[in-house]
């Protein structure tokens, strides 16, 4: 290819001039370089482990599969109250009770500590989940009133004057937050719940008053809505610092409420406690 140039002097200040031929050849040569350049390699085959490639690809599987749906609590509750004539109401330990005296119309203990509960949601279904209890083996003290709520005692093992007939605590649904080592959707209340065939069909407004007969016939503690409460959820405040919700301030209270009348002696039941899939 010929490339002309007009090399005649002129005068200083303006500029050789190009011929179009120049610019035109010049605009070739470009169109050529970017046509060239936007060339793509040919795809990679797959990656041997018997045959050498400079380049090529691996595919990359995962499978998840389902888990269950659990829960895990305190084994044991413990409550002590000295008899003052007064109708007291106290939160359940989690740990067995000492030294309780009484103190003007309540009573003081030492030794107590919060009660667990935590749900372990596997399932990845995101179907909510619904906690329940019944009752049996139940010898507690005639009149009785045992309660789940957000809220109680402010120490455990301590308790509070109040009628029978006037739970002293405000009704508060339980808080919930992630367990260590678990990305969970927290659980959110839900407005609908059905379980017939636990006995109940309605969402539990707090405080619960505790019952149920049967596995057919039981109480709703508290109903997680669909798509929430996935992963590991514990009934408390706080930022778990280790596994089993180490670290947290737990608020699920089970408050008890006994007459002033009620004679000495122990008493106790048994709370059987489900997990089901569904608010």
């Known amino acids: 290819m010929t490339i002309l140039c007009d090399r005649r002097y002129r005068h200083p200040g303006t500029r050789y ?16 370089g970017l046509v060239y350049g936007s060339s793509s390699p040919a795809s990679a085959a797959a990656c041997s482990t018997t045959a050498g490639a400079a380049s090529c690809t691996v595919t ?16 044991n509750l413990y409550w002590g109250i000295v008899q003052s004539g007064y109708d ?21 203990c030492t030794g107590g500590t919060a009660p667990q509960l935590e749900v372990i949601d596997g399932t990845g279904t995101a179907s909510g989940w619904a906690v329940s209890e019944y009752l ?8 009785y009133v045992l309660a789940f709520n957000g809220s109680g005692s402010a120490t455990y093992g301590y308790s509070q004057a109040a009628p029978i007939a006037a739970d002293p605590f405000t009704g508060t649904t339980p808080a919930n937050v992630c367990d260590y080592a678990s990305t969970c959707s927290v659980a959110t209340a839900a407005t609908t719940c059905a379980h017939s065939g636990l006995g109940f069909t309605t969402c539990p407004t ?3 008053t505790m019952g149920g007969s049967s596995a057919t016939a039981q109480v709703d503690l508290y109903s997680a809505a669909a798509s929430s409460g996935l992963g590991a ?8 610092t280790a596994v089993n ?6 608020s699920a209270f089970y408050n008890l409420g006994i007459k002033g009348s009620t004679g000495a002696g122990t008493t106790s039941a048994t709370i059987n406690v489900a997990i089901n899939s569904g608010p």
């Open 17 to 32: 001039r190009v011929p179009l031929l120049v610019a035109a050849a010049l605009g070739v040569v470009l169109s050529m």
């Open 60 to 75: 990359a599987n995962l499978t998840v599969t389902a888990g269950t749906l659990t829960l895990e609590s305190s084994p």
């Open 88 to 108: 007291q109401w106290a939160s359940a330990s989690g740990s067995s009770l000492s030294g309780c005296a009484a103190s003007g119309t309540v009573t003081h």
């Open 136 to 143: 049996s083996s139940n010898t507690l003290p005639a009149g």
């Open 206 to 208: 707090y405080p619960v």
């Open 233 to 240: 959820i514990c009934f408390a405040t706080g930022t778990a």
């Open 245 to 250: 919700c180490t670290g947290t301030t737990p």
